[in-house]
């Protein structure tokens, strides 16, 4: 779980991240759960706390969950649901540290050498042989009679937009949030990205007696949502059918996309976001 409050800038590891999602939490702000595979990143974060509804994007993709904190919902659903966390709270200092280029709660970071040693004195499940969550090809996909997508911004607030630039040169994207060009904490190195999808999703405010606005998702079911790549962008239908199940992302005559190889970014964002794809 990354921290994406203006605070917090610039975020580590993303660029080693090979999926981002990206989802409303409270006040209008979003954060970032950026999941890793067979790469050493020495630097990842800020980290924060959890939310319950990640809790169904880390079972999907079979992943060891990593937050520091959580929610009273994610406190209760993280067991209940038989999720592998390490919550960075209750780790050693040498695991999860606070840098003093940023001021707290935006400035806890770890590496995933600490979080693949905690799990392993865990017993946690370090390997796994599922299907990636994405139907990934070695071909280049080149969407046909899409939607010129170049520049996309997607508002989560009004304070709180995520906006992607494509580079014809690259043929990735480059990443803004709240105005600022995305940078890598430790290297500097612009983020970017291959692939974007966007899933419209009904957020709503918790009535947990706490007056915090904690959001809740509905998530299941099938819902609408474009999948962008080398400047096009076509309508796409995202099923998910539990909280454990993959999200199955297809076009709209049923078959299941194929993505280009390379970084994406799943944005989960509010049903009635006005999304700019131009």
Known sequence: MIDNHKGAQPQGGLNKAYIIYEIIVEGGESRLMAVFKGVDAEKIGPVRSSRHYYLDYALEN???????????????????????????????????????????????????????????????????????????????????????????????????????????????????????????????????????????????????????????????????GYYITNGQAMPITCNKSSRSAKTVYKDLQGNEIEVNDGRTFIEICPIDAKVIIE
């Not at 010129?148 to 937009?161: D, L, R, T």
């Not at 690259?170 to 940078?183: H, L, N, P, S, W």
């Open 62 to 224: 079979e992943a060891i969950y990593v937050h520091y904190g959580w929610s009273p919902q994610a406190q209760a659903d993280i067991p209940n649901l038989g999720v592998q966390n390490i919550n960075g709270i209750t780790e050693s200092s040498s695991a999860f540290w606070r840098t003093k280029d940023k001021s707290a709660p935006h400035n806890v970071a770890t590496n995933t050498k600490s979080i693949l040693s905690i799990a392993e004195k865990k017993g946690y499940n370090t390997k796994s042989n599922a299907k990636s969550i994405l139907r990934y090809t070695s071909k280049e996909v080149n969407i046909e009679n899409g939607l010129e997508a170049k520049n996309i911004v997607i508002p989560f607030s009004e304070s709180n937009k995520a906006k992607f630039v494509y580079n014809e040169q690259t043929k990735m994207y480059d990443r803004y949030t709240k105005g600022i060009k995305q940078k890598d904490w430790a290297t500097g190195e612009d983020v970017t990205v291959k692939n974007i999808i966007i899933t419209f999703a009904k957020n709503y405010s918790l009535n947990d007696g706490e007056g915090k606005d904690r959001q809740g998702l509905n998530n299941l079911g099938e819902l609408n």
